[in-house]
């Protein structure tokens, strides 16, 4: 139990019904979750508002409300505080209700468009390999040193943050690397922790269903950078134009990553190969399993990282040669008959446009490279068209299929792609809604040596049709389809 005035401290507070100085249980802004002697925070959501279950919150319990406008009965016995913002309040009532566990450990945000799973689970890696113990929050998955837990969002919520972070600490981790989102960023789940480091990889179009400009989206990403302290390091993507933009205003230690500008960590690609990239890293030559100038990008802010949290240069180099591919990025397997199936999360203009030129620059030309590519329902629309454009243009043949369609209709969402495609590439493309036929399709036109990317899904194992999730898994099924067709 801890006391309701403890867990108050910091948040900005514009008036007190009833007493601070009660013992809760804990704190919930599901009122469905709520118990005895819980405090329940009103959240303002954009499917619902928080405020219009304070009724029913305190009837199963709750002894204390946190809103940002009171509600007309105020009930006897009953806590109501009313703050500012309900949102950075519960991020610092978490913080407080778990012993503020981010400032016990070292934690470093992962922010931009591409690249932040990537970064945040090899730094993981790294660390590891380190002999350290660590931690990490990612799309794909929570890690608590070695126990491993289902990540459900980008950035989960403040709650589930501090919960997971206390965790830490009690199993000794010393080191977290956590993905920091736009969404997360701009609902206040990451203002109350304290972060020693942040990196920028980059900034495309991406989540304009929730940010209502380019802008909007490129500064809810610079706040994040505005926040960090003296203490500590920001590491920026040089070479991205946002990535001056980013540095800006941040009083943390300022340092640059690039391949072709100047940068305090800089790389040049000397071999890029399938099997992976021989780099000349500031003064060292250091090959890596990873594959395309992205991760060169994705190495340079790893290595970089590792340097500010006092790593030695050339252990860095040596943990790096180690490091395996992340899950759905850029996963490959060679079949039997020697077609090689590429599956990757690459679910934005620019990451599509990425992997496939990385194929492109990797491939003899010599075979056909098939492309299977959807875009998820209920989410940005500009994009279809311009996946779809660069899908054909970038392949021999492009299939546009299903990805996530949610709740709409997914033949809309292919005639929404299909209007990227320009006249001369038509006949490159074919249209399968099912997503196992897709893929089937592509497994069946490719010859010995040709190479089929896979694209949109990455490490998702379902995909979402009218609000119901089903498993799929694209590589899964891949493996299925190519040995199906051996035989």
Request: charged letters at 25%.
């Amino acid at each position: 139990m801890k006391v309701l005035k403890d867990i108050l401290y910091k948040v900005a507070i514009e008036s007190v019904t009833g007493s601070t100085e009660i013992d809760v249980h804990k704190i919930d802004f599901d009122s469905r979750k709520i118990e005895a002697n819980d405090v329940f925070v009103a959240i303002r959501g954009s499917l619902s508002d928080g405020h219009d279950y304070i009724e029913k919150a305190i009837q199963l319990g709750a002894i204390a409300v946190i809103c940002d406008t009171l509600p007309e009965n105020i009930e006897k016995g009953i806590t109501y505080i009313k703050v500012k913002d309900t949102n950075t309040a519960l991020a610092f009532m978490a913080a407080n209700f778990f012993g503020n566990p981010s400032e016990k450990l070292k934690l470093v945000g992962v922010t931009g468009t591409n690249g932040k799973t990537t970064i945040a689970s090899l730094l993981f890696q790294l660390f590891e390999k380190a002999g350290f113990k660590v931690g990490l929050l990612s799309t794909v998955k929570i890690m608590v040193d070695e126990t491993e837990y289902k990540a459900t969002h980008t950035t989960p919520d403040s709650i589930t943050i501090n919960y997971y972070l206390n965790e830490m600490i009690e199993a000794g981790v010393t080191h977290c690397f956590m993905e920091v989102s736009s969404h997360g960023i701009h609902q206040k789940r990451t203002e109350a922790l304290h972060f020693v480091g942040g990196i920028f990889t980059n900034l495309s179009h991406d989540h304009l269903d929730y940010h209502p400009t380019f802008a909007e989206y490129r500064d809810v990403k610079k706040s994040f950078f505005d926040s960090l302290p003296k203490t500590a390091f920001a590491l920026s993507n040089i070479d991205d134009k946002n990535g001056t933009v980013m540095l800006q205003n941040t009083v943390a230690r300022k340092f640059t990553y690039a391949l072709k500008s100047y940068a305090d960590f800089k790389a040049t690609i000397l071999e890029s190969q399938l099997s992976g990239l021989l780099l000349k890293v500031n003064e060292n030559e250091v090959w890596v399993k990873l594959i395309g100038t992205f991760n060169a990008y994705n190495v340079l802010a790893i290595y970089g990282t590792a340097i500010e949290l006092g790593m030695d240069s050339l252990e860095a180099l040596r943990l790096l040669s180690d490091l395996e591919s992340v899950s759905g990025r850029f996963q490959y397997i060679v079949s039997e008959g020697n077609i090689t199936a590429i599956v990757d999360y690459a679910h934005t203009p620019d990451a599509l446009d990425n992997v496939l030129k990385t194929i492109n620059d990797i491939r003899t030309k010599n075979e056909q490279l098939i492309t299977v590519v959807g875009c998820g329902g209920n989410r940005d629309k500009t994009k279809r068209p311009i996946m779809a454009k660069i899908a054909s243009d970038l392949s021999d043949k492009a299939i546009l299929t299903s990805d996530n369609p949610r709740n709409e209709d997914p033949e809309v969402i292919l005639d929404e792609m299909e209007k990227g495609v320009e006249a001369h590439n038509y006949k490159k493309i074919l249209r399968i809604t099912d997503r196992k036929q897709a893929i089937k399709t592509a497994c069946q036109l490719a010859q010995p040596n040709d190479i089929i990317l896979i694209a949109g899904k990455g490490h998702e194992t379902y995909q979402e049709i009218n609000g119901v999730r089903h498993h799929f898994d694209d590589m899964e099924t891949v493996k299925e389809i190519l040995d199906q067709l051996k035989k």
